[in-house]
Nanobody
Framework: QVQLVEFGGGLVQHGGSLTLSCTTSADYFHILPMVWYRQAPGKQREAVAGIFRRQGTDYDTDYADSVKERFTISRDNDKKQVYLQMNSLKPEDTAVYYC????????????????WGQGTQVTVSS
């Protein structure tokens, strides 16, 4: 069974930066669309950034409006890892962050390819 392991979270001040990493054991990682999601306390899980294969080694990215221009998603297929560079962090970015591969649209949280990992906590102090 494919495992997802997220790491890199922590406590950061408003305006600070963090880089999250997600590693997977999927054999066909390079063709998988990958998405970072987050779930804040008392809120539903939401998709924040996705990276999708266009052709060959070309990938497209997309972002939720709330993180556009601040977050950057990337991947390393050799390491089977996906990253989320988060800049200009705000208290409202506080959440547990997860990665997964969507089975339908990238913003659809309910239908994912793999079992959810434990996530990594990001806390932004004001």
């Amino acid at each position: 069974q494919v495992q997802l392991v997220e790491f890199g979270g922590g406590l950061v001040q408003h305006g600070g930066s963090l880089t999250l990493s997600c590693t997977t054991s999927a054999d066909y990682f390079h063709i998988l669309p990958m998405v970072w999601y987050r779930q804040a306390p008392g809120k539903q899980r939401e998709a924040v950034a996705g990276i999708f294969r266009r052709q060959g080694t070309d990938y497209d990215t997309d972002y939720a409006d709330s993180v556009k221009e601040r977050f950057t998603i990337s991947r390393d297929n050799d390491k089977k890892q996906v990253y989320l560079q988060m800049n200009s962090l705000k208290p409202e970015d506080t959440a547990v962050y997860y990665c997964n591969s969507p089975l339908s649209t990238w913003t659809t949280v309910q239908n994912t390819r793999f079992k959810w990992g434990q996530g990594t906590q990001v806390t932004v102090s004001s």
